[in-house]
């Protein structure tokens, strides 16, 4: 039971309170800083939502009175180096809020890190809550309003119903349980209108995103079993049809769906010899160890990394330690 208490005398304690999340921010992250964003407001407190990334379009529905704010050294360093408290959501890896964490950490801000990732910051936070059985950082911003008696309003209940949504795949990973649906009935009560949220999150693909898998699924490969398929997306293919980041998101869940395929691999050419990694499994394999050994992490069936390399440097490494894992697994359970 983490010490919710605490972590409310520590917000008691502040004026000036900054809220953030990881870089390509997802409903989770996002979601949790609204609901929290909604909770202080009512304290009366200054805060304000600030991330490193643009806003995703399919987000813009929790975006009320222009409330996210994505980072701008002019209009917000001298803001961020007053702040009293920083609230990071959602994070995994304190490096991906960017230059937001560099100036958090130089002008010695305490930073409370609220996460269901185990924590890589490498002692950048004062505060750690971690709770790795969480479905989605949104539930653990609900224990936090309920251990402190506040009020759902439709405002934070739509934060919280979105992090639980798209962390649990509306409710289909293997993550779901009954908090998450008791969790959803409450934000319904509260007056969410979830095939809104629906609607917005998962029916509003760019063309982009749609043209750029027309691109991949003919280039979807598998080892001998079928069992693990990956794919690459490189700069070109995103030049051709106009894509950016965030239009990839979701692409290695499209391949884990397919019959057979347990583990799904995707990996994107980004600028400056580096490469993301995104892994997907559907049960059988724990992928995690992969992307840790990469340099990243995650969750035990979905996990990413930044890798160092080109394109074909980093699917080779990335196929061969795969491959390997996924042996050394075969071997346990048998
Ligand atoms: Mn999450």
């Known amino acids: 039971m983490l010490d919710w208490k605490s972590l409310h005398k520590t917000i008691d304690g502040a004026d000036r309170i ?6 390509n921010p997802d409903g989770d992250g996002l979601g949790s800083a609204c609901a929290m964003y ?45 702040v009293d408290l920083a609230l990071i959501f959602d994070v995994g890896d304190y490096r991906r809020t960017r230059q937001i964490g560099e100036e958090l950490a130089s002008n010695n801000i305490h930073i409370v890190n609220i996460d269901h990732h185990p924590d890589l910051s490498d002692g950048r936070f004062a505060d750690n809550f971690i709770n790795m059985e969480a479905a989605a950082t949104g539930e653990m911003v609900y224990d936090f309003l309920k251990a402190v008696n506040v009020y759902m309003t439709k405002e934070i209940a739509e934060g919280i119903y979105t992090g639980i949504v798209t962390d649990t795949g509306s409710f289909s990973y293997s993550n779901t349980n009954q908090k998450c649906h008791h969790i959803a009935v409450e934000c319904i009560e509260a007056g969410v209108n979830t095939y809104q949220i629906y609607q917005s999150v998962y029916e509003n693909r760019s063309k982009g995103r749609v043209a750029l898998l027309g691109l991949i699924i003919n280039k979807i490969e598998y080892n001998k079993t079928g069992e693990l398929a990956w794919f690459t997306i490189d700069k070109s293919m995103m030049a051709q049809v106009n894509a950016n980041q965030t239009d990839v998101d ?68 990335v196929l061969s330690s795969t491959r390997a894992s996924i042996e050394e697994q075969n071997r346990k359970i048998i």
Not at 54 to 59: D, G, N, Q, V
Not at 285 to 311: C, F, T
């Open 18 to 23: 900054l809220l953030s999340t990881h870089e």
């Open 38 to 82: 909604h909770y202080l407001q009512g304290q009366g407190k200054d805060c304000r939502i600030i991330q490193i990334s643009e806003l995703p379009f399919e987000y813009e529905f929790l975006n009320t009175g222009q409330a996210i704010e994505t980072y701008n050294a002019d209009i917000h360093n001298e803001w961020i180096s007053q």
């Open 250 to 317: 979701g692409f290695t869940d499209f391949v884990r769906k397919i019959r057979g395929v347990e583990v799904a691999v995707m990996i994107v050419e980004k600028d400056n010899n580096t490469c993301r990694v995104n892994f997907r499994s559907k049960g059988k394999y724990i992928i995690n160890g992969i992307a840790k050994s990469l340099g990243g992490g995650g969750h035990k069936l979905a996990a990413g990394a930044e890798a160092q390399g080109s394109l074909d440097e980093v699917l080779q490494s």
